[in-house]
């Protein structure tokens, strides 16, 4: 199929900034359109909420409260905002930042953000469908996948699919150095700001634990790039004249990023059949029945 | 399906381990033969290998050489180890080790047997169907899978199927308290080592993480467990009116056992349709082209 799997609303408005993701965005599985040149984007946005996957924003290009009539109106979508980790929400909860020079991992971002939307939307649904909606759900509606994503991802289950083509190890030479070094400025963030701002930390935290599940980043990799940081803070102190051992600290860090990227592989592993009915299963054609001890 | 789903050579000879094991591999999944009281029962389990699945030994039951003459023959079979974690190895690489105070584990590290066995021996097959094997190859028939389980499990693919009965939320009461203190144990084992004794402590890590993984153990259940121990250590020491600031350096291991962990869980996601082809294979029936952007 030639048809776009995915269309982004781009509500961008720094040039610099749309040509960028532009050309991060390449390939066939995107189709961007943007909004930030018409009159009113968040407006133009509302009233064709339903033709979009994934929205794109900026932040601080519309007031913060721009976006609360889309929210009030159950008008969510899983969200991308390009800015600074401050640990501040713009859209919804479920909004995935990503910093401007760390664009190299905006695909990754985008299935990200399409990730998290589907978990948010499902962990808050109603428990069972037989049971009446209480009037405390229903604020809630927005998260019910109410886009068009719904029918599209609704069939694949809970689990968005990684694509293989993202993997660090698929990607061309250049890509794959551009990617990497994009997620040592990610990790660099997430460690000055990790004592510092514990809201920032966690975004970026999310940040680089995205990318390395949708880049199937070895682990080794992770605990490398770590590695590799610690050891530059350690020289450049050392350097300064100031002493280092508090970088050892930092290893909660790297503790905290090896815990949520676990429990994001753990969550993706699909539900399993009970070994022995797989076993029993795959076996029938073949074994005789005397081979069964 | 009544029948077991896997059948096991017990070679254990000390009557109150047998029973304990015994105990620990209840349930429809298992069938046990024990080969200990046979004249031979290396020789036995030489002689009828292929109507098992897998093996149980006894650290130091017989002379460390009496498996030579299988691995000689390449009649490996997956093998769990009932014994103290020293980091030595009985019978082959990809056998698993399980201390005689942790049995309430025993389900998993057969499970983590089989895993192990099936992965080492997809590591050591030549590259591919087409290739000529090279001769340098021929001493690894062994882990070519030629025993029956070969021919049961090869059909699930690269992946053993974890067992939702096994995991921990699906447990009786009882049986997850006492699962947790069994890997409470092991954890112990591992910290006491880390330092100190590093093939051990390997040992001790795969046998947590076979555990962790099998049971799909929440991963903050995981970091809770390191810090439960560490604060009981601290505590100890300094009643005992010792410093304690050195329990810091055991993040690193638990770092190694997140990193061991992920890394397992990375591998167990099975390989994915690419986003873009699984939307439209999904959406094919229901969305009109129309709605394509």
Known sequence: ????????????????????????LRGGRYRLEYLGATPDPVRELERRCDSFDVVLLQQGAFPGEAYGELVAQGLLLPAVVIGEVNGRTDYHE????????????????????????????????????ASVP???????????LPSRIKD???????????????????????????????????????????????????????????TAFFSDLPITKAVEIHMNLIDDFSKQLRLEGHKSDFLQDYRLALIDVMAHLCEMYRRSVPPDLPVGAAIAEASTPMDSASSWG
């Open 94 to 129: 479920a909004e995935v930042h990503l910093p401007p020079d760390q664009l190299e991992q905006l695909s990754y971002s985008v299935d990200a953000a399409v990730s998290r939307f589907l978990r948010r939307g499902l962990s808050s649904a109603p428990p069972a469908p």
């Open 152 to 210: 599209r991802l609704g069939y694949l289950g809970v689990f968005y699919k990684r694509d293989p083509s993202l993997f660090l190890r698929n990607l061309p030479e250049q890509e794959r150095e551009d990617l990497l070094a994009s997620l040592e400025r990610t990790y660099r963030d997430l460690l000055l700001s990790y004592f510092r701002d514990p809201a920032a930390a966690n975004q970026a935290i999310e940040s680089f634990v995205h």
């Open 1 to 24: 199929m030639s048809q776009p799997a995915l269309t982004i609303a781009s509500l961008l408005t720094d040039p610099s900034l749309k040509q960028a993701c532009h050309r991060w």
């Open 134 to 144: 209480s009037p405390a759900l229903a604020p809630q509606a927005g998260w019910g």
